[in-house]
């Protein structure tokens, strides 16, 4: 079992950066893939992005590819998402969650473990 908390998020103005951290307790996280997701009011849940057990691979959807960078830290037991050109649309609360074992989905429904959230605000 792993418990997961996000920390970073904040408001900003359109065009700037931010930085996501989740924090993982327990001594397996490297077993997890982990992955951030991020909801908007009123919208259901999307997947941002993905990072293998290693950190060799990332996945990003389409809406932050090229903006957006995951990475992890096994050592730490952390990982980070760095968010570049936020724009407003990018306003959501963002998740981190975490999938033992080695594959890797773009569902949320197979994670089986979820930060709390941290709002993130980008203003035009």
């Known amino acids: 079992q792993v418990q997961l908390v996000e920390s970073g998020g904040g408001s900003v103005q359109a065009g700037g950066s931010l930085r996501l951290s989740c924090a993982a307790s327990g001594r397996t996280f490297s077993m997890y893939v982990m992955a951030w997701f991020r909801q908007a009011p009123g919208k259901e849940r999307e997947l941002v992005g993905t990072?293998?057990?290693?950190?060799?691979?990332?996945y990003y959807a389409d809406s932050v590819k090229g903006r957006f960078t995951t990475l992890r830290d096994n050592a730490k037991n952390t990982v980070h998402l760095q968010m570049n050109s936020l724009k407003p649309e990018d306003t959501a609360v963002y998740y981190c969650?975490?999938?033992?074992?080695?594959?890797?989905?773009?569902?949320?429904?197979?994670?089986?473990?979820w930060g709390q959230g941290t709002q993130v605000t980008v203003s035009s």
């Open positions: 990072i293998t057990r290693s950190g060799a691979t990332t």
């Open positions: 969650a975490a999938s033992y074992g080695s594959a890797w989905y773009l569902e949320a429904v197979k994670y089986d473990y």
